[in-house]
């Protein structure tokens, strides 16, 4: 079965989303801004998911996590609980 190791941060709109976005393409860390901006309880541990498989997450972030390309910053991605971005860092 597919698995992945992926990370994201999890707000309530679509502009906090791009902005945090756009500091990471900046040079700012993902992890670091994981832990200060995401709701998701996920951002205390620097946003990572850990090992995933399909079907674990939400539809939307299952699309991204296994068929986009890996090490990018996906995103905004909308879903029932607000905007992600996400990042893949393998995937078999």
Known sequence: MAKAMARHILVKTEAEAAALKKRIAGGEAF??????HSTC???????????VRPGQMV??????IFKKPLREVHGP???QFGYHL???????
């Open 31 to 36: 992890d670091v801004l994981a832990r200060k």
């Open 41 to 51: 309880p996920s951002g205390k541990k620097g946003g990572d998911l850990g090992e």
């Open 59 to 64: 539809r939307v972030i299952d699309q991204v």
């Open 77 to 79: 991605i909308k879903s």
């Open 86 to 92: 996400v990042q893949v860092f393998f995937r078999d």
